[in-house]
T-cell receptor, first 114, second 112 residues
């Protein structure tokens, strides 16, 4: 079955630690995205990428970093510079960046800072 | 900039009741419009979409019509089930752009 796999599903972090969230897709999609979801709010875009070795900041990129070394993979690192990292993180992909295509989402990773 | 506004929740209905969740948008171009659904503890999945004015998207008994004159894309279902309990997000994407913009989400509870 094609889809997006995020891991881990739950992650606990001590303050000052960096953590990396994994996102892998086997849909052969060019574009990939990371969103952050907080309770009662919509999704906010952190980073996006339309091709390998290229990525762009979204609306709330401060304190986060990404890489796109392979088409299938788009890991997100939450650094110690992110002041309020406790949230639900969603990875998504689409066939291409432009156009009217919908997003396909993974099941999410819930990060809690202790 | 582009934006999406949807009705605040939670919305609580009894099984077999009629559902409407209002969604209006602001966009400078000609966006595609979407409804996504999020079940507890999961990611979002596409429920339906419409890509041009007067298009009707439909899926699993849910419907929404792209109304350019009222800039709306209201979600409706004639008879809800307990299994429809979830959070529903209205969203838009300008076909010339890269970003999908989401509303804040509306939580629906359906009681047996």
């Amino acid at each position: 079955d094609g889809g997006i796999t995020q891991s881990p599903k739950y992650l606990f972090r001590k303050e000052g630690q960096n953590v990396t969230l994994s996102c892998e897709q086997n849909l052969n999609h060019d574009a990939m995205y990371w969103y952050r979801q907080d309770p009662g709010q919509g999704l906010r875009l952190i980073y996006y990428s339309q091709i390998v070795n290229d990525f762009q900041k979204g609306d709330i990129a401060e304190g986060y970093s990404v890489s796109r070394e392979k088409k299938e993979s788009f890991p997100l690192t939450v650094t110690s510079a992110q002041k309020n990292p406790t949230a639900f993180y969603l990875c998504a992909s689409s066939i291409m960046l432009a156009g009217s295509g919908e997003l396909f989402f993974g099941e999410g990773s819930r990060l809690t800072v202790l | 900039g582009d934006s999406v506004t949807q009705m605040e929740g939670p919305v609580t209905l009894s099984e077999e009741a009629f559902l409407t969740i209002n969604c209006t948008y602001t966009a400078t171009g000609y966006p595609s419009l979407f409804w996504y659904v999020q079940y507890p503890g999961e990611g979002l999945q596409l429920l339906l979409k419409a890509t041009k004015a007067d298009d009707k998207g439909s899926n699993k008994g849910f419907e929404a019509t792209y109304r350019k004159e009222t800039t709306s894309f209201h979600l409706e279902k004639g008879s809800v089930q307990v299994s429809d309990s979830a959070v529903y997000f209205c969203a838009l994407k300008d076909t010339g752009g890269f970003k999908t913009i989401f509303g804040a989400g509306t939580r629906l509870f359906v009681k047996a």
